[in-house]
């Protein structure tokens, strides 16, 4: 059912939430998290890159039909994707089948009991040398996938997985 409608669900803190990848994209970021930038309120400790897009957007990449009684057979998405037919003939689900939630950045940080999935978060990944700034290559506003909380001995952490909102 969520699929349908272009959102997604997930469990947290009890609450069980579904919601649109549009509006969760479109909501302001909670928190500035900044790397390699010591002066910022909120920074990232470790972050690799997750560059496995072509894999998540394999699930997307189809040409979604469904046949409808009064207009016939309903496509969308790209002539030259494989097929995949779905019970639903609604052309305004068929396209909300386009969407995808792409994993960016894995990242960890200080501990924030704040920090929960669905939540959009700017991320500002400064460069080391002096010509380039900020890292262009990250986007700025994801939100976080999944987020686990963790304390060791000395500290309490959180680690995040952050994507972002594509269309096939």
Known sequence: MAIDHGARTWLAR?????????????QKPAFTY??????AARTLIKVSAINQ?????SKVRFRFTGYSETEG?????DP????????????????????ALIPKIDAECEGNE?????MVLDIIIHR??????L?????QKMIIMSVTHHEDRRAYFCRMILGVVVSA
Request: aromatic residues 10%; proline residues 5%; glycine residues 6%.
């Open 14 to 26: 009890g609450t069980l939430n579904m919601r649109l990848l549009a509006s969760l994209y479109s």
């Open 34 to 39: 900044e790397m390699n930038n010591p002066k």
């Open 53 to 57: 897009d072509e894999t998540f957007l």
């Open 73 to 77: 057979f309903i496509s969308v998405g």
């Open 80 to 99: 030259s994707y494989p097929v995949k037919q779905v019970s639903n003939a609604d052309r305004a689900n068929l396209r909300n089948r386009l969407y």
């Open 114 to 118: 704040a920090l929960t999935v669905g």
């Open 128 to 133: 080391y040398n002096s010509e380039s700034g």
């Open 135 to 139: 890292d262009e290559s990250v986007p």
